[in-house]
């Protein structure tokens, strides 16, 4: 079994991971960014089973046992997650999650000493994706390019820097698997935020994240394709 340390506390990007109570009938998924935000770079192996849990130190749970989270590595189901004592981590424990020491992992352990570590245990989601089911489907008729358009205009209007959807997807189109700090300083926007941003825009089936920088989906180059014929 891996071990997997994630760098940095919950990023600025990610949405609550803990899902809002829900009744015994609804889906248990949550489809907002987990605070168990896993680098992109862990794909493989999660998805291959390699890599099957990971610490992290919060104040509190930010995960329930048995939903569903969205990472960058893919989503994944939690199996469960309990308090353990970081002392007792080895350093066979370092070289399963591929640091080369025990010193090297623990410096990936973000927070302070006194926050409870937790351990994370989960698999793989078996289900695919609904994002990249929706980002694969290039067959948009009048109905749904309209329903995009109206989402793209509504994120506009709730924009604090004005109208940047068509924009930012014409510069991922033209720029892809760039740096998403580059793509933000053509902005002249700060990268968090802009990153924020694509996120929004990938919600919508429109792009897809790369190991660097971003491309336009199936989908999204359907409907650039749509409203430039018009």
Not at 47 to 76: C, D, H, L, M, N
Not at 140 to 149: F, G, K, P, V
Request: proline share 5%; hydrophobic share 40%.
């Amino acid at each position: 079994m891996r071990l997997i340390v994630l760098r940095g506390g919950l990023p600025t990007h990610a949405t609550p991971a803990l899902c809002p109570p829900r009744g015994a009938s609804a889906r248990r998924t949550c489809d907002k960014m987990a605070a168990v935000l896993m680098q992109i770079r862990f794909r493989d192996a999660v998805e291959s089973g390699a890599v099957t849990q990971t610490f992290r130190r919060w104040k509190r749970p930010q995960v329930v046992a048995g939903r569903t989270y969205r990472t960058a590595a893919g989503r994944i189901v939690v199996v469960s997650i309990d308090v353990v004592d970081p002392t007792r981590i080895t350093a066979a424990d370092a070289r399963r999650a591929g640091f080369g020491s025990r010193a090297e992992l623990l410096a990936e352990l973000r927070g302070t000493d006194d926050l409870p570590t937790y351990r994370i245990r989960f698999h793989a989601a078996g289900d695919a994706d609904p994002r990249a089911e929706l980002a694969a489907d290039a067959a948009l008729d009048s109905t749904a390019i309209e329903a995009i358009r109206t989402r793209l205009e509504r994120l506009d209007r709730a924009s604090s820097h004005g109208p940047w959807t068509i924009d930012v997807l014409r510069t991922i189109a033209a720029r892809p698997a760039t740096r998403a700090a580059d793509l933000a300083a053509s902005f002249g926007r700060d990268t968090q935020p802009f990153k924020l941003d694509v996120r929004k825009l990938k919600n919508l089936g429109l792009t897809l994240s790369l190991e660097v920088g971003y491309r336009l989906s199936p989908r999204g180059e359907a409907y650039l394709t749509a409203i430039d014929g018009r």
